[in-house]
């Protein structure tokens, strides 16, 4: 059983950056896919960014395309997520999950949800 934990979390300004982190605990596999989401209030799950264990496939939202990276950080074992550039409107509870599925959009393909951080955008 995989155990994923986000950190990173914070308030920052309009056009300003943050660095999401998911480290994963238990056995993992190359085909492993591990999702980011968030979830504004009154707002269904999203999927912003998700990544193959391998590194070897990304998909990213087209609202975030240009603005955010994930990728994975072998030596820690973690899938960050890399925010540039961001609006008020990215303010939300950013979650990560995990899926042997593929990369899915819905959020109903994954599991392993870790507990949220959240992110607030406000000046």
């Known amino acids: 059983q995989v155990q994923l934990v986000e950190s990173g979390g914070g308030l920052v300004q309009p056009g300003g950056s943050l660095r999401l982190s998911c480290a994963a605990s238990?056995?993992?596999?190359?085909?492993?896919?591990v999702g980011w989401f968030r979830q504004a209030p009154g707002k269904e799950r999203e999927l912003l960014a998700a990544?193959?264990?391998?590194?070897?496939?990304?998909r990213y939202a087209d609202s975030v395309k240009g603005r955010f990276t994930i990728s994975r950080d072998n030596a820690k074992n973690t899938v960050d997520l890399q925010m540039n550039s961001l609006k008020p409107e990215d303010t939300a509870v950013y979650y990560c999950?995990?899926?042997?599925?593929?990369?899915?959009?819905?959020?109903?393909?994954?599991?392993?949800w870790g507990q949220g951080t959240q992110v607030t955008v406000s000046s």
């Open positions: 990544i193959r264990w391998s590194g070897d496939s990304t």
């Open positions: 999950a995990g899926t042997l599925s593929g990369i899915m959009s819905s959020a109903m393909s994954y599991g392993n």
């Open positions: 238990g056995r993992t596999f190359s085909s492993y896919v």
